[in-house]
Antibody, heavy 118, light 107 residues
């Protein structure tokens, strides 16, 4: 069974930092690109950041560039999102998602970690 | 930058009816378009990829069509569990772009 489990969310003051983790099981984590996508309750989906299978490529949305850092540890089947200089507008549910190897599509999603900046 | 526009924003139908949802890209994206379903309190679920391909665990009543700039998701004979929000998405230069969603409501 494929599982993606996020952790590390919480309530944080503006300007502070938070680190999200996503532990993956049930597929070959080290072979898949991974992404973070966020969603404000009641609103749509917003892609945040992505990282290649080996960590060699990292890409960010303009809204978080320079503040957020995506990373991975393939030995631990884990994906991370280091969030610095947090703003109220970063408040959202953060999902980790895997990119399929058969197409450019997000095929598996975690249940999300809530981040509230206030 | 590619923009995905979904229509309608909301659609009210009854169980057993057919739903047709639209996603339009601001420029041609070939068939690189996927659809997700999201129910309240749940993560998105992949329904269709490459415009018309269905993962093995997705029921056959879901179908996708289109290429270039115009795409449709059709749900035949709506089941009660199909009432949800549907998003189209596309990957462009490593970045994922989402449509704003269509809410499918029970009439």
């Amino acid at each position: 069974e494929v599982r993606l489990v996020e952790s590390g969310g919480g309530l944080v003051q503006p300007g502070r930092s938070l680190r999200l983790s996503c532990v993956v099981s049930g597929f070959s984590f080290g072979e898949n690109a991974m992404h973070w996508v966020r969603q404000v309750p009641g609103k749509g989906l917003e892609w945040v950041a992505g990282i290649s299978w080996n960590g060699g490529t990292m890409v960010y949305a303009d809204s978080v560039k320079g503040r957020f850092t995506i990373s991975r540890d393939n030995a631990r089947n884990s994906l991370y999102l280091e969030m610095n200089s947090l703003r109220a507008e970063d408040t959202a549910l953060y999902y980790c998602a895997s990119e399929a190897r058969y197409s450019y599509v997000l095929d598996q999603w975690g249940q999300g970690a809530q981040v509230t900046v206030s | 930058e590619i923009v995905l526009s979904q229509s309608p924003a909301a659609l009210s139908l009854s169980p057993g009816e057919r739903a047709t949802l639209s996603c339009r890209a601001s420029q041609s994206i070939s068939t690189f378009l996927a659809w997700h379903q999201q129910k309240p309190g749940q993560a998105p679920r992949l329904l269709i990829y490459d415009a018309s391909n269905r993962p093995t665990d997705i029921p056959a009543r879901f179908s996708g069509n289109g290429s270039g700039t115009d795409f449709t998701l059709t749900i035949n004979s709506l089941e009660p569990e199909d009432f949800a929000v549907y998003y189209c998405h596309h990957r462009s230069n490593w970045r994922y772009i989402f449509g704003q969603g269509t809410k499918l409501e029970i009439k």
